[in-house]
């Protein structure tokens, strides 16, 4: 299905010099730069206290004025060319995920997974990198060659604690096929219109291992890939915004079922290189998903996006909701989620805080109805500061062997 609730007028123009993406692939093969960025990340890292080596981040902790039509927004939320992040491809909305894609010097692919369970008690992440866009050592080489540079990253949330992987591996550890991704001891692969990931991983800085099977069952699936910076270097598709998912873990032991999202993101260029900083969240609400993204790119403007999708997949851009700031968190990261006005979001769980990046579940209400809401925040201006990137190998170690 092709979604089509997004008008070709606004959704389907290019802004830029991006060559459409091939409908017949995963929406980044035709494209001669990759995938962008929709920046999920880790970190938990040590003490706060980094002096004047961490620049603030670039928002204020506090409300917006209204938007043009109603609703109100974060800083980000309009930009020179008119503030719409734009669609620049619809493929077909059932067609899954390619993991056989180039990644060209400098840039970076992934693929993007969260799941809360049923009772809100659990939740996981797992981020399939090539490129890792958040590593240290892939930035100190200069952004050579982002097949030198994977990584699976799992982050498992329960009621008495987290673990938190995220081990880097060379080009030998990674193997790419058209509906497997291999890197190191874990794997992706698309299999008969569902998603499994089996890992096998190491936690750090405490070496526990994380190991289990996730399966995601798309209920919703989207064709359209975005241009989040305007230009096409950096592209977002949702592949499936909304999904049953079951969780089995070995180590530690556990297994529940839930709700899930999956999409990928894929840039020719650093991250750090379009954005400054952005706030993302995904939204399920009873019969439909939300999805929000309010950027600020490096060249200056702002941008955002505003999407409903339905049971079927079929997607249309609508009003915004206001923004409401939330507490900062123990690295001082500001958090601004968008929801009615009145009862504004409630804080139910951090859930990532590293000194460039935050990822949250909130209880949200949207139209007056209930939402259960994943939310981001990242600052790629902290994220390029010479002191945090000193400090990732202690939770991002680099291994130069295949496993």
């Not at 958040?134 to 100190?140: G, I, R």
């Not at 987290?162 to 890197?183: K, Y």
């Not at 804080?347 to 590293?354: K, N, P, V, W």
């Amino acid at each position: 299905m092709r979604n089509p609730g997004i008008r070709p007028s606004q959704a389907l123009r290019l802004d830029g010099g991006v060559q459409p993406p091939d409908p017949s692939g995963d929406d980044a093969q035709g494209v001669q730069h990759p995938l962008s960025g929709d920046g999920r990340s880790p970190l938990r890292a040590g003490h706060p206290r980094l002096g004047g080596g961490v620049p603030e981040a670039r928002r204020e902790n506090q409300d917006t004025g209204p938007l043009p039509g109603g609703g109100r927004s974060t800083p980000r939320s309009r930009s020179s060319d008119g503030g719409l992040i734009r669609a620049v491809s619809g493929g077909p909305a059932d067609q899954g995920p390619r993991f056989d894609v180039a990644v060209p010097a400098g840039g970076y692919r992934w693929w993007y997974v969260d799941a809360l369970s049923e009772d809100g008690r659990c939740g996981i992440s797992v981020i399939a990198f090539i490129g890792s866009v958040f590593s240290p050592y892939y930035a100190w080489s200069g952004w050579a060659d982002p097949l030198d540079h994977c990584a699976v990253n799992v982050a498992l949330y329960r009621a008495d604690g987290q673990r938190w992987a995220m081990t880097e591996r060379r080009r030998n550890a990674l193997h790419q096929e058209a509906h497997t991704l291999s890197i190191g001891p874990s794997q992706v692969r698309w299999d008969e219109g569902a998603l499994q990931i089996d890992f096998r991983e190491v936690a750090a800085p405490i070496p526990f291992p994380l190991r289990g099977t996730i399966r995601l069952h798309p209920t919703a699936m989207v064709g359209d890939t975005f241009a989040i910076d305007g230009e096409g270097r950096h592209l977002w598709r949702p592949i499936a915004p909304r999904a049953e998912v079951e969780v089995k873990l070995s180590h530690p032991d556990c297994a529940w079922r839930g709700q899930g999202y999956f999409d990928t993101n894929f840039g020719a260029e650093p991250l750090e290189n379009g954005f400054v900083c952005w706030d993302w969240s995904r939204i399920h609400r009873a019969r439909d998903t939300l999805i929000f993204y309010d950027v600020e790119r490096r060249g200056g403007g702002e941008a955002g996006l505003a999407l409903r999708i339905g049971a079927t997949g079929e997607t249309e851009r609508i009003e915004p909701p206001p923004t409401h700031a939330q507490r900062l968190t123990f690295w001082r990261m500001p958090r601004r989620v968008r929801g009615d006005k009145h009862p504004p979001p409630r804080l139910r769980r951090t859930l990532e805080d590293a000194p460039f990046y935050t990822r949250s579940a909130f209880d949200g209400r949207f139209g007056a109805e209930p939402g259960e809401i994943v939310h981001e925040s990242v600052s790629l201006d902290r994220l390029r500061s010479p002191l945090v990137r000193a400090m990732l190998p202690f939770r991002m170690p680099r291994r130069f062997w295949s496993f």
